[in-house]
């Protein structure tokens, strides 16, 4: 069943100016009981992501690069959907639905070290939106620009609600030099309403280079001059957990170190997607997903080891 609820809470690219409006919805759902402590908690809430260093182990990550690998072998073989190339370059960009393409994936969506993070900010049983592999090789790997994931999953998809989160688990290190995430702590506070429209089947140019759906450099000129900007980097295995309204981007890699990194969106199952705001037919599943199956966590996560609770 969907929501009951359809009024449009965040409209964007309606044609109008760019503007900036107050979230209408909390940033940690529930009571807050889980694996993160006080501190961990008031660090998200105010700042919109945490990173933990370390949170999974060499040999963890090791097996995850390599089932990896041969799914992109495999997807390339088939000419997948799900597999995303660089226009210029026609190099792998992006690899999606990998936790249903993949046991070992599917294992790691119901890790409790993330599932039961997702669980305690989002207030209850989660599903997998999305889940995807971003890769960026040495020396050419492609930059994604500033947005905010909400922004497009409402607009595109019909996530109603801000009751979402992101997932990044490094496979390589991420160094200041190689690309690495970049976001403005704070801006999740925010809601970033983008000038222009929609066009039919937009996801197909957008995974590549996104345009329609970028805040205007005014906006990020103040969001950035109030928060500043966070790359946080560190070894493999570490985890970037960040809220869905964040804004997040990431430069070229011209260093000759490769960066990739896995993802697993997490969305609450009272957040479930309704018709796409924007009034077109929705993304595809692999782009999104309406399975609103919970995930059901591998592991108990009464804590974190290194965090305080």
Partial sequence: MEPLERADLYPSRVGGAPSLSPRLDPV?????CGPLGARDLDHYKKNGFLFIKGLFSAAEVGAFSAELEKLRAA???????????????????????????SRVFAGLARDGRLAGIAMQLLGGPVYI?????????????????WHSDFETWHVEDGMPRMRA???ALSLTENTPFNGPLMLIPGSHLHYVSCAGQTPEG???????????????????????AEGGIAAPTGPAGSVLLFECNLQHGS????????RSNVFLVYNSVQNRLVA??????????FIASRDFTPIVSARPAAGLPGRRN
Wanted: proline letters at 10%; glycine letters at 8%; hydrophobic letters at 25%.
């Fill in 129 to 145: 939106h999305q889940s995807r592999a971003n890769l960026k090789p040495g020396f050419d790997g492609r930059e994604f620009y």
């Fill in 165 to 167: 989160l992101s997932c």
């Fill in 251 to 258: 430069t070229g890699n011209i260093s000759p170190w490769p």
């Fill in 202 to 224: 937009h996801y197909q140019v957008s995974l590549r280079r996104q345009e329609v759906g970028t805040p205007d450099q005014e906006t990020l000129r103040r969001l950035a």
């Fill in 28 to 32: 940690v759902h529930g009571d807050g």
């Fill in 276 to 285: 796409p705001f924007c009034g077109l037919q929705p993304r595809p599943e």
């Fill in 75 to 101: 997807e390339i073989t088939r000419r997948s959907p799900a597999i995303v190339l660089e226009p210029e370059n026609g190099k792998v960009r992006s690899l999606f639905d990998i936790h249903r393409t």
